[in-house]
């Protein structure tokens, strides 16, 4: 009898070490030992932390998009408990508006306002993967982005597009800008397993980011590979200088236009579109924002 219960109690610690290794092993794997964070946002506080983001307020505008950038608790906020739609510690929520009409302070009239974050002056790097957990409305034209930007003259220091959606159900793509490879850059990939996991579940769109390369990966898995031997065919490797990062969600213009050639009632929107945002149904949602670096 005290054979058995030494034996069972054996059993059992040797199912506690290994259940204790296990879970120590996958913690590793979720975070890296050996990666440091340097920047984390997991919008659970209050109100979004001004120490970290700016937020753009503008009627300055490119690529034709549809709409002002404003700073306002109407376009930019933070959701939770059911509204957050799984987001554990909430999410923020960048939603555009349909203001007809509406005038900037420098004198431009949009019929759309919207929310543009960057933390630009506040937090730039360079080197490491940056990763956020978002999930999107589905809607032609609608052009939400996740990207890296450098912090002088564009495209000279470079530009990191890790995420963008231009309301093609079937995909996403990752962008390279750089001097000699900007606007129509030949450095553009879409990524069609939208098809099976579409953008209105959550994924984690990441770069991962070397004095050699840029990796894109949706959900860990790396999908495109640019190289600095790639890059220099074109022009100049621009990415070795700190980079910004920056959400924001622009309505219609020349890239989904090019793609989905709609050109009304909105460059880029077409009317069903346009219905969806005038009856609140558009947002971005952002469960976290991290960078590391080993």
Not at 64 to 70: G, I, L, M, T
Not at 230 to 248: C, Q, R, T, V
Request: one cysteine or more.
């Amino acid at each position: 009898m005290k054979y058995c219960n030494f034996f069972n109690l054996l059993k059992l610690t040797v199912f506690i070490s290994v259940f204790t290794f296990c879970s120590s092993s996958k913690r590793i794997i979720e975070t890296s030992s050996s990666s440091k964070t340097i920047f984390f946002d997991d919008f659970s506080g209050s109100s979004l932390d001004r120490s970290k983001w700016n937020v753009l307020l503008t009627g300055q505008v490119f690529n034709n998009e549809q709409q002002a950038y404003v700073d306002s608790s109407a376009t930019v906020y933070f959701a939770r408990g059911k509204e957050a739609e799984g987001a554990k510690n909430g999410a923020l929520v960048i939603h555009p508006r349909y203001t007809p009409g509406f005038i900037t302070k420098d004198g431009k009239k949009f019929d759309f306002i919207s929310g543009r974050l960057h933390t630009k002056g506040k937090f730039d790097f360079t080197y490491g993967t940056a990763a956020a957990r978002i999930k999107m409305t589905e809607g032609k034209g609608l052009w939400p982005a996740w990207w890296l930007l450098g912090n002088e003259r564009w495209p000279q220091t470079g530009e990191m597009d890790i995420m963008e959606f231009i309301g093609e159900s079937e995909w996403v793509n990752s962008a390279i800008h750089g001097p000699g490879y900007s606007g129509n850059t030949p450095f553009v990939k879409r990524d069609s397993s939208m098809i099976a996991s579409p953008v209105t579940n959550w994924h984690v769109y990441a770069v991962d980011w070397t004095p050699e390369s840029l990796v894109f990966k949706i959900d860990g898995r790396a999908y495109y590979t640019v190289t600095k031997a790639m890059i220099e065919k074109y022009g100049k490797w621009a990415f070795d200088s700190p980079k910004h990062m920056i959400l924001n969600f622009a309505l219609g213009g020349g890239y989904p236009a090019g793609v989905n050639k709609i050109q009304s009632p909105y460059v880029g929107l077409p009317k069903e579109t346009v219905d969806l945002i005038k009856q609140g149904k558009v947002e971005i949602l952002v469960d976290w924002v991290r960078v590391t670096r080993d």
